[in-house]
């Protein structure tokens, strides 16, 4: 099946401080969405990108469809105490179900004042 | 517009227990689907539906079961509930060719 590989697991980073993480998958998709997670909540939609190369903004918020269609990098600036969560990327190929939507294991971050 | 309204948030069961967890979405929505969330390992697909009176496995659909009587509404069922199978429950849906939308969980313990 399908693999998802998200990095980092896990990250501290001082206020202020941009973030980077990312995606990589064993097969190609054409769709890659990145939610967050806040504590106790279901995961929210933040960024959904369609096409290889896109890249996509949502406020401090910046995401990229790879152009090789395996991977995603989700980018936050000047890091805010609210951005703690968990970050989840997933992807689905063409035509995908809702069956063929894969998650990655996801990346906790921690913004520290 | 209540979006994805699952029920109860939290349960605790004893194991050989069953009980159905519910889920609803007003948004007319084709695509619902059941993920299951443990620490480390993301979230998992269960069940998922894509019209009333459709439904299909997951990655992890052993011990649940599903139907869709109606657009709205996509109950999971724990017909014998297992240690196993404590973890936090997602209900989601979608419209087609658009991203998924989830509920606030159910946290379920069985003891």
């Known amino acids: 099946g399908q693999q998802l590989n998200q990095s980092p697991q896990s990250m501290f980073i001082q206020e202020g401080e941009d973030v980077s993480m990312n995606c990589t998958s064993s097969s190609i998709f054409n769709t890659w969405l990145w939610y967050k997670q806040d504590p106790g909540e279901g995961p929210v939609l933040l960024i959904a990108?369609?096409?290889?190369?896109e890249l996509t903004s949502n406020g401090r918020l910046t995401a990229q469809f790879g152009i090789t269609r395996k991977d995603s990098f989700l980018n936050i600036s000047a890091s805010i105490p609210s951005d703690v969560g968990i970050y989840f990327c997933a992807g689905q190929p063409l035509g995908g179900s809702a069956r063929q939507l894969t998650f990655g294991s996801g990346t906790q971050l921690t913004v520290l004042p | 517009n209540a979006g994805v309204t699952q029920t109860p948030k939290f349960q605790v069961l004893k194991t050989g227990q069953s009980m159905t967890l519910q889920c609803a979405q007003d948004?007319?929505?084709?695509?619902m689907s059941w993920y299951r969330q443990d620490p480390g390992m993301g979230l998992r697909l269960i069940h998922y539906?894509?019209?009333?009176?459709?439904?299909d496995q997951g990655e992890v659909p052993n011990g649940y079961n599903v139907s869709r009587s109606t657009t709205e509404d996509f109950p999971l069922r724990l017909l014998s509930a297992a240690p196993s199978q404590t973890s936090v429950y997602f209900c989601a849906s979608r419209g087609s060719n658009q991203p998924q939308h989830f509920g606030d969980g159910t946290r379920l313990s069985i003891l």
């Open positions: 948004m007319n929505h084709e695509y």
């Open positions: 539906s894509v019209g009333a009176g459709i439904t």
């Open positions: 990108l369609y096409k290889a190369g």
